[in-house]
């Protein structure tokens, strides 16, 4: 499943072309892609004549602000892809649900096998009326996150993004300490931390040397500063590769182009094959019927 490093090589990717297109059509063959909206003309009305100023991102949502103050925001699912096309005689691959065109030329695909993606514009709620923002989002000091949410009430549930919320160690803190569930169950819950997955979790654990059945609230301090910072990194390391796709997922960017950071993985899909620490096998445990990887030495 594409998480945060990976939805964001997406929105890098697109932002370059697409910021200033005006949408001329948005063909819906497969209605389950825009299952929020009563019907796909009701979708299609929503997003056709409309031109798109930015792209950014929220955990693992795109959001494409429209200049009528709406936005349509994307989510991968388990499988999606966003592909750019130069016109209709570029072979489209199987399973495209979704095609825009735009009136400057080009189009953009949405394929997803699996159809647990989707796509939606989203209207901001009237001015005064009552949304409840996530309460960790909202200890945030800075970024675009809270105003991203406040205009797009389906995220407003979602848990610190980060690099789009600024959440300084003391504060994460704060949260780790609520948390009775273990480290790997709170790391991948996006009303927590928002864009994590499990191959970023497992990485983020195993470079703090944590292990992802430790109870979060029984952190040392000095733990926490651990992990705060590996989340950072990881994450930023693996924006800089494109993401990670492995043998049996479909990951590309707009071009489609593989990512390239699963040459570094240090535990995720590496069952049995030796720690590059201290080369013990790594071990896989279970955490709500998915798997975890991790180094029973190396991560305490
Ligand atoms: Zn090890």
Same mark, same amino acid.
């Given at each position: 499943?594409? =998480?945060? @490093? #990976? ?9 370059? %072309?697409? &910021? *200033?297109?005006?949408?001329?059509? +948005? ?123 406040? =205009?797009? @009430? #389906? ?9 789009? %919320?600024? &959440? *300084?160690?003391?504060?994460?803190? +704060? ?126």
């Amino acid at each position: 499943m594409p =998480e945060l @490093p #990976e939805v964001e090589t997406v929105r890098a990717s697109l932002a370059r %072309d697409l &910021i *200033g297109k005006k949408v001329k059509t +948005a063909v819906v063959t497969n209605g389950r892609v825009v299952r929020r909206h009563k019907s796909a003309k009701e979708f299609r009305f929503a997003i056709e004549g409309h031109t798109i100023k930015t792209a950014q991102r929220l955990g693992k949502n795109l959001i494409f602000a429209l200049e009528n103050g709406t936005h349509l925001v994307v989510h991968l699912g388990m499988s999606g892809q966003l592909l750019r096309a130069k016109g209709p005689k570029d072979p489209k691959p199987k399973h495209t649900h979704v095609v825009f065109t735009f009136v400057q030329g080009g189009e953009l695909r949405y394929v997803d096998p699996r159809t647990f993606g989707e796509l939606y514009v989203s209207t901001p709620l009237p001015e005064g009326s009552d949304l409840e923002i996530s309460k960790f989002a909202r200890l945030s000091i800075g970024g675009d996150g809270l105003g991203l949410r406040r =205009e797009i @009430p #389906e995220l407003a549930h979602l848990g610190i993004d980060p690099f789009e %919320d600024q &959440i *300084g160690w003391d504060r994460f803190a +704060a949260i780790l300490r609520s948390r009775s569930t273990s480290l790997k169950v709170v790391l991948t819950d996006q009303d927590i931390i928002a864009g994590l997955g499990n191959i970023y979790a497992d990485e983020t654990l195993f470079a703090s040397g944590l292990r992802y059945d430790r109870s979060a609230e029984s952190l040392s301090t000095i733990e926490i500063r651990r992990l705060h910072r590996a989340i950072t990194e990881i994450l930023t390391n693996a924006i800089k590769h494109g993401g990670t796709t492995l043998d049996d997922e479909q990951f590309v960017d707009p071009d489609g182009k593989p990512g390239s950071y699963q040459q570094f993985l240090q535990v995720y899909n590496r069952e049995g094959q030796p720690c590059y620490q201290c080369r013990l096998p790594i071990t896989r445990g279970m955490v709500r019927q998915r798997s975890t990887f991790f180094c029973e030495k190396c991560q305490s």
